[in-house]
């Protein structure tokens, strides 16, 4: 009978540097930085990731118990912040060093829970939820969905798009727009 070994690697990249000079955390790593959050995850840890074509961008939750990090002397609570960068890999049964990625994005909202369990002992949970580089495109507000109507351009009537030059008044294919969208804009 074959035995699969699940793994899973979380880690986090910091994408902007600390602006109010907060803990020890935030003056040792800067703009670059990783942290592997895998270790943190523990027991209580979830990862849900959810992609569909039928939304402008995939979304992922994150849910691990509140610890200290020894190695950046903070809650794990302190370390991540919106729009950070975070990369899920999961594999159900993989032989080589690195994991397939599943899912990478950037954080939306981080939060902590506290509750007491029925052995009257606390309990802090982070729950970090995120979305893909689809979240990018929301931010600037260009939705280009499989659904839209042929012929009804309304992605043409952006002054953005006029702007940078990405011509989409003649419906191109979807890879192509992404391209010249992340070339012209977002690069």
């Excluded at 020894?70 to 032989?95: F, K, N």
């Excluded at 939306?108 to 982070?126: C, F, H, M, Q």
């Excluded at 002054?159 to 690069?187: C, H, W």
């Amino acid at each position: 009978m074959r035995i699969y070994k699940p793994r899973i690697s979380v880690s986090l990249n910091k994408v902007k540097n600390d602006s109010f000079g907060g803990g020890g955390f935030l003056r040792n790593l800067e703009r670059g930085g990783s942290i592997d959050l895998t270790p943190f995850m523990g027991l209580g840890g979830s990862v849900h990731t959810s992609k569909s074509i039928n939304e402008p961008a995939g979304t992922f939750s994150i849910s691990f118990p509140d610890k200290m990090s020894e190695e950046h002397s903070d809650s794990v609570y302190g370390l991540v912040e919106p729009m950070d960068q975070i990369e899920i890999r999961i594999a159900h049964d993989h032989q080589s060093a690195e994991l397939p990625i599943i899912m990478r994005g950037f954080v939306s909202s981080i939060s902590r829970s506290e509750t007491i369990g029925g052995d009257g002992k606390p309990s802090r949970k982070v729950n970090v939820v995120g979305q893909d580089y689809g979240k990018i495109l929301q931010i600037i507000q260009i939705i280009y969905l499989n659904n839209s109507v042929i012929g009804d351009n309304i992605i043409s009537g952006f002054k953005m798009l006029q702007k940078y030059g990405v011509d989409a008044s003649a419906n191109p294919p979807i890879q192509d727009f992404v391209r010249d969208v992340f070339t012209e804009i977002v690069d």
